[in-house]
């Protein structure tokens, strides 16, 4: 076998199947992600790990982006700013998914709650979260060029949950939203139409931007804020969502953590059709519901 990635050289010996088979896990694993950059994956990241480590007295926050925005954040932060028993880690999903994944598992047994921060990239490593999590949290922004990467992130999560019993759960987040716009009020309705969990919207605000500099997450940066009080409504959601999504299947599905082979679509493969009008069919709702079909807008 190849190297293993600096951070995930120690992994522990014991192969991924053994792990499926261990019911000790009980924590629940959690992505933030959507293909496309600047949606607001890391803000959602680091400040849902801060509350669920607030609300359960633990959390892990992994920052699987190479660029490791999360983890520099809550490195950078003052200790008295972060909330007892946080832990993060940067463990980027890069060449290696089976064994990072392998790693988060390991560390779910020992945390109530464990939130991944993705990369912006489809490859294996974005395929192995979508089979290793309980739950998708996907940030969008109402803007078309970023409607389209959700369009695509939600078409591969449809094909994982076909075959993982409807795993992982997804709760959309709307982010960044203007109430007095058109799209800003109609952002919440428009993704009701695809049937998936939705958040209460969290709004474009300074304080967000100010957080990051101060390198402090929401609690400590603006405590009783309105920023404050959207991220933990989007918190409250989420763990309603954890309730009431099916206990995790890896005791069953061995190949959960088995790292796919091939994840570009190709022409001429079977169901490429299928995708390709499942994928037109998100993307068209989407876009429906912000009325911008024919009028391309980037904010
Ligand atoms: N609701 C919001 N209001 C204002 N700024 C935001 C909001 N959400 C994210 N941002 C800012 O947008 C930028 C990109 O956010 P980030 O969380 O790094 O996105 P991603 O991880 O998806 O690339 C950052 O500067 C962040 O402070
Ligand atoms: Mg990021």
Redesign the pocket.
């Known amino acids: 076998m190849a190297a293993a990635p600096a951070g995930l050289g120690d992994a522990p010996a014991g192969s991924a199947d053994e792990l499926l088979l261990d019911r000790t896990v009980t924590g629940r694993i959690v992505a933030?992600a959507?293909l496309?950059?600047?949606?607001?994956?890391?803000?959602?990241?680091?400040n849902l790990a801060c509350l669920a480590a607030v609300e359960h007295g633990a959390a892990l926050l992994v920052d699987a982006?190479p660029q490791g925005?999360?983890a520099a954040w809550l490195e950078a932060s003052a200790p008295e700013d972060l909330p007892p028993g946080l832990a993060v880690e940067a463990w980027p999903a890069g060449d290696h998914p089976a064994i990072w994944a392998e790693r988060i598992f390991r560390h779910a047994r020992h945390q109530t709650r464990v939130v991944v921060?993705m990369p912006?990239q489809l490859g294996p490593g974005f395929e192995t979260a979508l089979r290793l999590v309980d739950a998708l949290v996907l940030?969008v922004t109402p803007s078309a060029i970023d409607l389209r990467a959700t369009a695509l992130t939600l078409q591969r999560l449809r094909r994982v949950q076909q075959r993982r019993d409807g795993r992982p759960a997804c709760l959309l987040v709307p982010?960044?939203?203007d109430q007095r716009t058109a799209i800003g009020r109609t952002i919440q309705r428009a993704l009701r139409d695809l049937e998936l969990g939705v958040a209460p919207p969290?709004?474009?605000?300074?304080?967000?931007?100010s957080?990051?500099s101060a390198r402090q997450w929401i609690g400590a940066h603006a405590p009783g804020s309105a920023?404050y009080r959207?991220m933990a409504a989007v918190a409250a959601e989420f763990e309603k969502l954890l309730r009431t999504c099916p206990a995790s299947d890896y005791g069953t599905d061995t190949a959960a953590l088995k790292p796919a082979a091939a994840v570009a679509d190709r022409a001429g493969e079977p169901g490429f059709a299928a995708r390709r009008a499942q994928r037109q069919g998100i993307l068209a709702t989407l876009l429906a519901g912000f009325r911008l079909l024919g009028r391309p807008q980037s904010g």
């Open positions: 933030v959507n496309k950059g600047g949606t607001g994956k890391s803000t959602l990241a680091v982006d925005t999360a921060d912006p940030p982010n960044r939203v969290i709004a474009q605000r300074s304080s967000h931007a957080a990051f920023a959207e």
